[in-house]
């Protein structure tokens, strides 16, 4: 691969070598991050990236789509079969703007809506104040259980009698236990709320059973299609159909024009992947690696938010370590190991320099790891930490973990 890059700019293919190095080298624990086959790989750099399409398959903007028209609807179909949607748009470039076509599609501006902090497991593009979906939407915010770090069902319901928003919003991108999407459903109902769902993380264990799946009872759905799809970074959205037409306009023409349609391929490779019956497998060992992950790491010590996970990642309260999220992401990074820092349910710091970490299994079962590795990841995670000052022990336990990679190299 890359032998014409090689030949005309050496410069960019040598960063890109040694960015495949780096992650077939080090533990890769950012639980939005996966690794995609090389057929999604092969399909990104493929020939449709050539082609303009604006439009949808069949009412075209630009001549010569026949091919793409039937590529883009094999990914449609692949997808509403993998999800049992009844309408499904594979347009969406990115998780946000998927957000932003179905607020366009459903609100008005200053309209209000309901969705969890971004501190306690939300997203910026759920409400938060300092994003589009803050500043053009009346958000308010619900939050979890003090005690138990979970949802609570009936004191957001209780929130929502009492605000009557025009849209409810679950599914998060820091909450590491299962949702309850009928109750949700049923809050829905009772204050005449759209229903809608954000299940960019969880959307591989929604699509294989492992989680409950949102998308036949739900209004509208959005989710990445990477995470624990193990797609290409980009993001689709489903719907009923008596919101198809409002869902479609607010992608096209609303906010994009040509689709990235060697993308559309790669998702149309992707879902067949994920209609396979080892897919299914494959989520139910991201959990279990998760939950193994978790309890060793508690066995040190930890304090793990929620007291364990039900998905595919755990956030890790590190302050009884003496450092901050912050200090732990660097200091497992110069091991190796990467995660990303991250806020804890009733944050005392700030989103720069949080009391948490959060880490993930996505990447380490893609790469055939399971429950007996895990012991061993939640041992370099202790010994990072543990020398988090000590820069010839953080070069040495990184050295283990490249050891330690050496048996689970997923790109030859």
Request: include cysteine; hydrophobic fraction near 35%.
């Amino acid at each position: 691969m890359f032998e014409n890059i090689k030949k005309n700019d050496f410069e960019i293919h040598d960063l890109i070598l040694k960015e495949k190095e780096r992650q077939m080298s080090g533990l890769e624990l950012i639980p939005s991050e996966n690794l995609v086959s090389k057929s999604v790989l092969e399909a990104l750099g493929s020939y449709p990236v050539n082609k303009y399409a604006e439009g949808y398959p069949g009412k075209r903007y630009y001549g010569g789509n026949e091919f793409i028209d039937k590529i883009e609807q094999l990914a449609i179909n692949r997808l509403k079969l993998l999800f049992n949607a009844e309408h499904a748009n594979v347009q969406p470039n990115s998780g946000s703007p998927a957000n932003m076509a179905v607020y366009f599609a459903l609100l008005s501006p200053g309209d209000k809506a309901l969705g969890l902090k971004l501190t306690e497991g939300g997203h910026l593009t759920h409400g938060h104040k300092v994003n589009f979906s803050g500043k053009t939407y009346n958000f308010l915010q619900y939050g979890v259980d003090k005690e138990t770090e979970m949802l609570n069902y009936d004191s957001i319901l209780e929130q929502a009698r009492k605000e009557r928003p025009k849209l409810i919003l679950s599914g998060y991108t820091a909450y590491p236990r299962k949702i309850n999407f009928k109750k949700f459903r049923k809050i829905c109902d009772e204050v005449g709320a759209f229903c809608m769902a954000d299940i960019s993380h969880i959307g591989g264990l929604c699509a294989t059973g492992v989680h409950e799946n949102p998308v036949p009872f739900f209004d509208v759905v959005t989710t990445t299609t990477h995470k624990t799809l193990r797609g290409p970074r980009s993001a689709v959205i489903m719907c009923k159909n008596d919101f198809a037409e409002k869902i479609d306009k607010a992608v096209f023409p609303g906010l994009q024009g040509g689709p990235h349609e060697h993308v559309i391929t790669a998702k149309a490779v992707a879902f067949k992947e994920a209609l396979q019956p080892e897919f299914k497998n494959y989520c139910e060992q991201i959990v279990s690696n998760a939950k193994k992950l978790a309890d060793s790491l508690q066995s040190f010590g930890y304090r793990i938010v929620s007291n364990g996970t039900d998905t595919h990642l755990i956030l890790v309260d590190v302050r009884n370590s003496g450092i901050s999220g912050i200090e732990a992401e660097k200091a497992l990074e110069l091991a190796g190991i990467y995660c990303n820092k991250n806020t804890i349910p009733f944050e005392t710091g700030s989103p720069w320099d949080p009391s948490g970490i959060r880490i993930g299994t996505p990447t380490l079962t893609t790469r055939g790891m399971k429950e007996s590795e895990m012991v061993q990841v939640a041992e370099f995670i202790h010994q990072a930490l543990l020398n988090k000052d000590n820069s010839e022990k953080l070069k040495l336990i990184k050295e283990k973990v490249k050891e330690f990679c050496s048996n689970y190299i997923f790109y030859k």
